[in-house]
């Protein structure tokens, strides 16, 4: 009898180790994860544009073992085959995992597109997308460069982009980098109207009227926050981030972040959640990736919410628009003005 109760006591301790454990992956899980088909975007993602290609496999693992539940991929970062790789190593469900990729200026001809997707999928190794994005507003020439394609509209790449969806080759479709019109000009057309639009926002380019204008329910797109922590991405060091402090060493922000007993990292991110954008940060490191999952504790008070507002600095940092001879932007805070310098993507 004793045995037998020694062995009961063992077998409770070790249920209650194992769900102590995993309680962690599974309340994210629980709490973003819808049980049927309607899954929507969760609120926090792991960028990888400049991740690099021997580390992004692990941080992609790394992350998806430790409660992310949202990838962000595109074919132009040239590391699609290793994100796959992480996300097969993760062992996580795919149903319980958002993947985005995105669609090429090069490839918004028909025949190059499908060709592109299929890409994508393959090298993610998924059966299908979450979401897929045209990258920019702007179609390049195939095979030439960044000659423009003058020919291929938005309209027509979006026409392609809705049979995506009918071929199942993605659950979703949007949009990136569009100004405020081109937006509206697919929002008059489409069929399949766009679920997202991805853009560049954080605390030194707010454009908050521009994420509230998404919410309205005539135009009722997400919006997902890319550079959600300003000029920390090293390749706008030497460009229009060296015109403002880094983030990080801006007295506002860290002096918020101690208020909040947290990094200035995790509170900038924070802010970006409870303003209404899902944020998309990249790291390929263990420590950052884990830090910045911590945002999801944070909570501002309208008067904060008041105060960070009225530090807009209207800067932004990505801009390829000179470079390709083309007014991006052009009805939003600090368009493209063909003096700014360029930015390899
Ligand atoms: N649609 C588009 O056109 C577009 C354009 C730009 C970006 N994006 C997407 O948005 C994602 C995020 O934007 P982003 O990569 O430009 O910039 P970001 O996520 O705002 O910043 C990335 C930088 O922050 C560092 N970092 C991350 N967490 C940190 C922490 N806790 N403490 C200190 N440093 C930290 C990273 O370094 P470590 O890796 O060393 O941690 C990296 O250098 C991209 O990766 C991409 O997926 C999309
Ligand atoms: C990904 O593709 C690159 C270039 O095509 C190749 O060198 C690399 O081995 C591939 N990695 C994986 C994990 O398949
Ligand atoms: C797409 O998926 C739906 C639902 O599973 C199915 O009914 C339909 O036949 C599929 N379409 C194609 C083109 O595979
Ligand atoms: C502040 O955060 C640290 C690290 O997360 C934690 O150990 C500490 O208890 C927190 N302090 C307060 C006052 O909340």
Not at 200 to 226: N, S
């Amino acid at each position: 009898m004793a045995f037998g109760k020694a062995l009961a006591v063992a077998a409770i301790v070790a249920l209650t180790l194992v769900l102590l454990l995993r309680t962690d992956h599974d309340y994210a899980s629980a709490r973003k994860v819808s049980p049927n088909k309607e899954k929507h975007i969760p609120q926090l993602g792991l960028g990888t544009w400049l991740s690099d290609r021997d580390e992004v496999a692990h941080a992609v693992e790394y992350a998806l073992d430790n409660g992310y539940d949202h990838i962000d991929a595109a074919l132009v970062y040239k590391n699609e085959n290793q994100t796959g790789k992480g996300i097969k190593a993760s062992g996580v469900d795919r149903s319980k995992i958002w993947v985005t990729s995105k669609l090429w200026n090069s490839d918004h001809r028909r025949p190059e597109a499908e060709a592109a997707i299929q890409k994508s999928i393959a090298d993610l190794g998924v059966d299908y997308l979450d979401l897929y994005l045209m990258h920019w507003p702007v179609a390049f020439v195939p095979e030439e460069g960044t000659r423009l394609d003058k020919d291929t509209s938005i309209v027509d790449t979006w026409r392609t982009m809705e049979d995506f969806v009918r071929q199942n080759y993605t659950r979703h479709i949007g949009v990136s980098n569009f100004a405020r019109a081109q937006v509206q000009a697919i929002l008059d057309v489409c069929d399949i109207c766009p679920y997202a639009h991805e853009f560049e926002t954080h605390p030194y380019l707010q454009q908050q009227d521009f994420v509230d204008w998404h919410r309205r329910a005539d135009v009722d797109i997400k919006v997902i926050a890319y550079s959600p922590l300003a000029n920390t991405n090293p390749t706008y060091r030497d460009k229009k981030g060296s015109l403002v402090d880094p983030i990080f060493k801006d007295p506002f922000w860290t002096k918020l972040a101690k208020a909040k007993n947290a990094t200035v990292v995790q509170t900038v991110l924070a802010w970006g959640m409870q303003r209404g954008t899902v944020v998309i940060p990249k790291s390929t490191q263990e420590k950052h990736i884990a830090e910045n999952r911590g945002a999801l504790d944070i909570a501002f008070s309208k008067g904060e919410m008041r105060e960070i507002s009225k530090r807009d600095k209207k800067v932004r940092m990505n801009d390829p628009g000179k470079s390709w001879g083309v007014k991006l932007f052009v009805d939003l805070d600090d368009p493209t003005s063909f003096d700014g310098e360029d930015i390899e993507l």
